[in-house]
Structures are given as structure tokens and as C-alpha cells.
């Protein structure tokens, strides 16, 4: 049986977006998820397929589904666009990247 490969992390494909919202979830005073930060998963793309969106799940959900009662939205200020992070039982689980630069994966220009 062959074993799928380990989603890769965040920070070895957009290390700059992760020191970005370690920065910001610092000041508005998330240090729980400013560390929780470094450890997550690019599972996949939002899939909408609009040009702004840049939008990536951070585990394995499927789409269209709530997340629940032990969800919420922890929106950030950064200097461009919109970054919102959907967190679930304190684990990051979704990060809305919105109207911002491209993100440049590190893996392919390095």
C-alpha cells in the first residue's frame, strides 16, 4: 500500500505570508496562533477560481461543509487586501488571502 505524501508546510512554500501573520497575530495579541502558525499544512486552494483569491485550506475539510460551533473568524489588518484566518478548537484551518500580491512559492525560485 502506498502512502500519500505529507501535505507541505506553509512555511517551506510562503515564508514570507507566514512571517506576515506571525507579525500580525502577534499584535492583536493571538500569540497562541502566532505559534500554531508555523506547523500548518498547505492541504489545497479555496478552488473559486477568482483572480483576487488566493485562499488556501490548511487541513483536510470538505467543501461547502460548517465548521461548527467551535469556529471563529479571527480577521487581520495587514498593509494590503484582506488575510482572515479560520480557526477551529484553536488549530488554524483556513487562511482567506484576498486582493494581495501574488504569492511566490518558494519551492519553485529558490
Not at 500569540?31 to 492541504?43: G, K, M, P, T
Not at 467543501?63 to 484553536?90: I, S
Request: glycine share 8%; hydrophobic share 30%.
Amino acid at each position: 500500500m502506498r502512502r500519500e505524501a505529507e501535505p507541505p508546510l506553509v512555511r517551506d512554500v510562503f515564508p514570507e505570508l507566514v512571517d506576515e501573520l506571525t507579525r500580525l497575530l502577534d499584535e492583536e495579541g493571538e500569540r497562541d496562533l502566532s505559534v500554531v502558525v508555523h506547523d500548518i499544512r498547505l492541504f489545497g486552494p479555496c478552488g473559486c477560481g477568482d483572480d483576487f483569491c488566493q485562499s488556501f485550506r490548511t487541513s483536510d475539510h470538505p467543501p461547502g461543509t460548517p465548521y461548527g460551533p467551535r469556529h471563529r473568524c479571527v480577521p487581520l489588518l495587514p498593509e494590503r487586501g484582506m488575510l482572515n484566518l479560520d480557526v477551529v478548537a484553536g488549530r488554524i484551518v483556513y487562511v482567506e488571502v484576498i486582493d494581495r500580491p501574488p504569492l511566490h512559492d518558494r519551492r519553485t525560485t529558490s
